[in-house]
């Protein structure tokens, strides 16, 4: 990964630097719709679990503005300076943030360098661990101690889904909520395995948030969408307690495909599925039906997840290999929470 490492030597201009990392949060149970499209609450609850084999890693440095210059926050991911208006939001936040905990820091200019060891913006949850690891960089090169719940509320603004990353293990995001909360640690269901397939590596051609919105606004089935997903996730948590991945499957897979039929139902329709991914769903449900525990799921894009126990990873992923050419497969297990490495602040 190419983040600049090497902290600044304090000089005037600088109020401080950081760098921090984090993993995505991968939904068990979907989070798909806002209540409210200015702050960025769900409109579903979501049980995701944090992977451990995928990380984000950015580089915060805070600056005073050069002779009071009036300049924008600029955010690069893996070198490429991204669109203002998709970080404007999070940086409003953070500027509240630093005006109530630290009222003297006066105007500043924030640079992002962001990183990641896996594709971004391909349905891998990449804004997930983007913003979780934001988040923390922000926070610590302003030097503000925050909670993990002001973290988590923090991510939330600039992606709801890496407020749970800010979380190691299972967490949880309730539809109106404007924080996730941590259910289990990383290390509470040591069986528990991701199977992460890298299908294709472009960025699609259309943003989460925009799908989520246009299936919100003219999809016919959104509603019944929102009605079923409550007592999807109260189904679920109850299996994710018992560690019972035989009753969590069907649930993790009817979330996934009312999700996307919602999608399919939209004008115009949504479709991140491709052929190589109906043909990894279709090979779940033969392992199924040949007595594997392994469910699937999938996000905004055509990668597949699979959820499975460790007993069962070497006989899925010959499997896979066997059946299907060129997959990149991870195997992930429940990762830890979001962390800052190194911090810097004058
Ligand atoms: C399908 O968190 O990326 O991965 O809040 O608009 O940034 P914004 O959306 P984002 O959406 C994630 C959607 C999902 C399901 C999930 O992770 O719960």
Redesign the pocket.
Known sequence: MTVPNNMPCKDNGIIGSAVSSAHP???L????G?QDGTR?I?A?P?L?VTLDGLTTKTRVDINRPVDGRKEPDRVFLEGILQKEDRFAPFFAGFRKLTDTMKPGMGRFIVTAHSSSDFPTAA?L?S??SG?AALSCACAAAAGLELSAEELSAMA?I?????S?SIYGGFTR?DAGSHIAEPLYGENWWPDFRIIVLELEKGPKNL???QA??RTRLNSPYYQAWIDDSELLMDRSLDALRGRDLDALGPLIRNS?LR?FATMFAADPPIIYWKPISLAIIQLCDTMRSEGFSVWET???GPQVKLFCLKNDVKAIRNRLIGELNDLNIRICRPGGPSSVQNRNET
């Open positions: 949060s991968l939904a149970i979907k989070y798909w806002k960025n769900p579903t979501s995701a349905g949850a804004s997930a913003f939330r600039g992606s709801a889904s890496a749970r995001l943003s989460s948030r989520m919105e996934y999700m999938m996000d905004a």
